[in-house]
């Protein structure tokens, strides 16, 4: 079936050092995967961090990057250097491309950052 | 700007009652409607989905049901509530498009005792 896995956390990481969060998929019955990273701050809503629908293209916003591998099936969330603002729930998602708004989560990777 | 906008904020009600969760989208019309249900350790996922007003296509069976009485209004509800129902509701929205980004709402934490 359809799954998604990522990072087992939770992840503790210092001001200033890089991180990676693992994502991998399985899309067996979705013909052209959609891959998504969201994330919820402390007392927010879940909201998009970045998304890319195409394999072997790169999506960016507020210092991450993802880069969706279809060899692979992977779609690690990356940066370089991590602020005490990104202390946060990460997940990672798979949507297919259709009009459902069905998207296959992983179990979440909490994410703190040591000042 | 949109908004959307979820109640309760918490629930702890008793195994056997009746449960009503709500969410209301404003500044968009005729959008995608969806529940999301995280069981405590457990993952995100869909159990309703509506395109139009007065139709919900279910997407997993938990004795759950939905009904989206007005555009901008989506209920998830139940007469008897069951123990395996505690966990983290989420309402969200999307435009009415393939591969369109979720909007959620800040989520209902239920706890059946």
């Known amino acids: 079936g359809d799954s998604v896995t990522q990072t087992e956390g939770p992840v503790t990481v210092s001001e200033s050092e890089s991180l990676i969060i693992n994502c991998t998929y399985s899309a067996t019955s979705i013909a052209y995967p959609n891959l998504f990273w969201y994330v919820r701050y402390p007392g927010e809503g879940l909201q998009l961090l970045l998304k890319?629908?195409?394999?072997?293209q790169k999506g960016s916003s507020r210092g991450f990057e993802a880069t969706y591998n279809k060899e692979t099936t992977s779609f690690h969330l990356q940066k370089a250097s991590v602020q005490e603002s990104d202390s946060a729930v990460y997940y990672c998602a798979l949507g297919g491309n259709y009009n459902q708004g069905k998207l296959i989560f992983g179990q979440g990777t909490k994410l703190s950052i040591k000042p | 700007a949109q908004t959307i906008h979820q109640w309760p904020v918490a629930e702890i009600k008793a195994v056997g009652s009746p449960l009503s969760l709500g969410c209301t989208i404003k500044?968009?019309?005729?959008?995608?409607l969806y529940w999301y249900w995280q069981a405590t350790g457990g993952t995100l996922q869909q159990l309703f989905y509506s395109i139009t007003v007065g139709q919900v296509e279910s997407v997993v069976q938990l004795n759950l049901s939905a009904s989206r009485p007005k555009d901008d209004q989506f209920i998830l509800s139940t007469e008897k509530l069951l123990l395996s129902h505690s966990g983290f509701y989420l309402c969200?929205?999307?435009?009415?498009?393939?591969?369109?980004?979720?909007?959620f709402g800040h989520g209902t934490k239920l706890s059946v005792l």
């Open positions: 969200a929205w999307s435009r009415r498009q393939p591969n369109e980004r979720l909007f």
């Open positions: 500044g968009k019309s005729s959008p995608n």
């Open positions: 890319v629908i195409t394999a072997g």
